[in-house]
């Protein structure tokens, strides 16, 4: 499986998938790896794409450095893996705190990015938790319970299959990015880089409790020039795991609809 290394050597395990000439990065959000991605793919069609799905450090078969996990250092991550593909202009999809991390990208070298796609994205200011639910996140490393009560906060519609995948996948990250990576994306703090987006932008908003639609309105469609937002009712947190067709569709829409042929 091919592997790039990150500015400080960390290794980053990356998947391709297809062969077309437009390049789509798919960025996994925290928790996770690219394995989140699967059933996404599966039902996206291919035509004219090449996608790229990285695992971010410290998860999946990437490297697990003690340290590198700020957003700048995993957004420059995402940039290794962009130079290792040739892909000099790219669509970024992003899910999450990996919605962070390719609004970073896009603001940084906004003539690289043709589109982007943000699911459920933690906006670029953070995104604080009461106490008790930070305790929980942050100290959740080793604990299938913990990451069961998180999805179970998280989710709406997950199968009992994929409850399991997600809880598998999430117990193969390390501890220090689960409680680095944690800290990095409430804390956010580039909000002031968003004027810089250029590229065309589609926020997904679902019934997520933790990020609903009216509040991903305020906080990111509201501040990155011309996007806009696109709601699917029913699904939580991970509408790529929960409705995956319905979330591929959108995606594929986009894709084929807002940006240069």
Known sequence: ?????????????????????????????WMVSGAVWDALVE?????????????MRGS??????????????????????ADAVDARRFTLVGHSMGGQLVKWVAAEVPARVEGLVLLNTVP??????????????????DSREKKQTIL?????QLSPEALEA????????????????FDAWTAGGFADKLASITAPTLVLAT????????FLREAVVARIRGAR??????????????????????????LAGSLPA
Do not use: N, W
């Open 43 to 55: 039902r996206l069609d291919l035509m004219g794409l090449r996608l790229v799905i990285p695992d």
């Open 1 to 29: 499986m091919p592997t790039t290394s990150a500015k400080d050597g960390t290794s980053l395990h990356y998947r391709v998938v297809g062969e077309g000439p437009r390049t789509v990065i798919l960025v996994h959000g």
């Open 229 to 254: 937002l696109s709601y699917l009712p029913g699904p939580g947190h991970y509408p790529q795991v929960e409705r995956p067709a319905e979330t591929a569709a959108l995606v594929s829409a986009f």
């Open 152 to 156: 179970g906060l998280a989710c709406k």
């Open 207 to 214: 019934d997520d409790a933790f990020l609903p639609a009216a």
């Open 166 to 181: 997600l809880v598998k996948d999430s117990m193969g990250i390390s501890p220090a990015a689960i409680e680095h990576v």
């Open 60 to 81: 999946g078969q990437s490297g697990r450095p003690d340290g590198g996990f700020s957003l700048e250092s995993l957004a420059h991550d995402v940039l290794a893996v």
């Open 124 to 141: 670029a200011a953070g995104l604080p938790l009461p106490p008790d639910a930070a305790g929980l996140f942050r100290t959740s490393a």
